[in-house]
């Protein structure tokens, strides 16, 4: 199970290298100097994080993709409004915010999140689901609360989470090339090629989930949330955890048939034939043992049951 986990992660990596080598592409293409320095700042930061998240650094990890994702934002701001550059540039920014303030309620804080996400979205409107699922994830760790506690048990007890976190970072690159392709700074076969694998990150992480996943140290660290306090809402999301787990399993073991031939031709489709190899052999290694696991519960239910 130890070498399956390695070659989930390993698969992961490539596809990861794979986004941020085509964002890096497009920077030829950025000629101005204060967004090459943004563009920097992003691919340096999210690398930092990234690999806090490999290396178990679990909550600083997720704090420093917040950063970079909030970098993102900015790019993309400076690309929509130009009163967000030139309030970038300025040392007095904020100063001359408080000013307007005085003038208008309505002013607006041009380099706030709020404001970014308000232009981002509003241009891109293509993006908004994934978009808001990784800003309410990565805004949970923004601040000391319970939710960075119980990543921080994650953290110290080796919780085997790391492929949730990964899978998580990956939905930064791959919501920057979406908004590169909608500039038409990459091509649509191109951006096809590629969105493929964010689709084959998703099926690989639920493959895992289901098959090789320990999820009682989900269960453990509720006990590190403040349960006298958070009675209610600890017991909602065990509920909720355990039904997605069950829904999960349910799903995967009716269809895991067209989900290993979906995931397949998939693969078959992609022109990167390293990464295609590779996760063609992880995907047999994942059904079989999805395959053997359906067995072991209709055996040891059939035994239960008499």
Known sequence: MKLIRENVIDAFNDINILFLYNIKLVKESVKDLVEIEIFNDFIETYNRAYRMILNNKMVDGVVILRSSFELMMLFFGMRIDKNVKAEYCREDSYERYMERRKNSKKAKDYLSPSYLRSIILKKYQNIEFDYMKIYSALSKYAHPTFYRNELRYHEREKTDITIMYLNLANIIPNLFLEVLYEEGLIKKDKYDDISMFRYILDRLMTLYMVTGMDRKGLVESKKYTYPEINKEINKKQLNELKDNAIKTENIIQEYRKDLKRELYNTLLKVEY?????????????????????????????????G
Not at 275 to 287: R, S, V, Y
Request: net charge positive.
């Open 273 to 305: 034939s390293e990464i295609k190899n590779k996760l063609l052999k992880l995907g047999i290694w994942l059904c079989l043992l999805l395959y053997f696991e359906v067995i072991l519960v209709w055996y040891y239910e059939r035994r239960k049951n």
